[in-house]
């Protein structure tokens, strides 16, 4: 069982900056792959960014490299998406999701993940 959390969502101009929090509970959170993935009406739920328990292995959506940063606090069981140069396109409900699988590279398929929360609303004006 893991229950997750996301805080930190709001409204920001285009080229601003959010930094998205994900605190999690659970007995094993520090062996499980963390990700990031948003959700936009009327589009499918994708994949951001994702990190593997020890921080060994991240990937980013091509579409945020460069400007989004996944990272972990697993003694404080957070996980952290800083989030810069805004854009209106990175407009949506963005969750935090663990995987129990231990694999040791972050997966990318949101059917991969066994533990969502319930999400924060990211809103990027132009």
């Known amino acids: 069982q893991v229950q997750l959390v996301e805080s930190g969502g709001g409204l920001v101009q285009a080229g601003g900056s959010l930094r998205l929090s994900c605190a999690a509970s659970?007995?094993?959170?520090?062996?499980?792959?963390m990700g990031w993935f948003r959700q936009a009406p009327g589009k499918e739920r994708e994949f951001v960014a994702g990190?593997?328990?020890?921080?060994?292995?991240?990937d980013y959506a091509d579409s945020v490299k460069g400007r989004f940063t996944i990272s972990r606090d697993n003694p404080k069981n957070m996980m952290y998406l800083q989030m810069n140069s805004l854009k209106p396109e990175d407009t949506a409900v963005y969750y935090c999701?663990?995987?129990?699988?231990?694999?040791?590279?972050?997966?990318?398929?949101?059917?991969?993940?066994?533990?969502w929360g319930r999400g924060t609303q990211v809103t990027v004006s132009s």
């Open positions: 659970g007995r094993t959170f520090n062996t499980y792959a």
């Open positions: 990190i593997t328990w020890g921080g060994r292995s991240i």
């Open positions: 999701a663990a995987d129990k699988d231990g694999r040791a590279t972050t997966p990318t398929n949101k059917y991969e993940y066994d533990y």
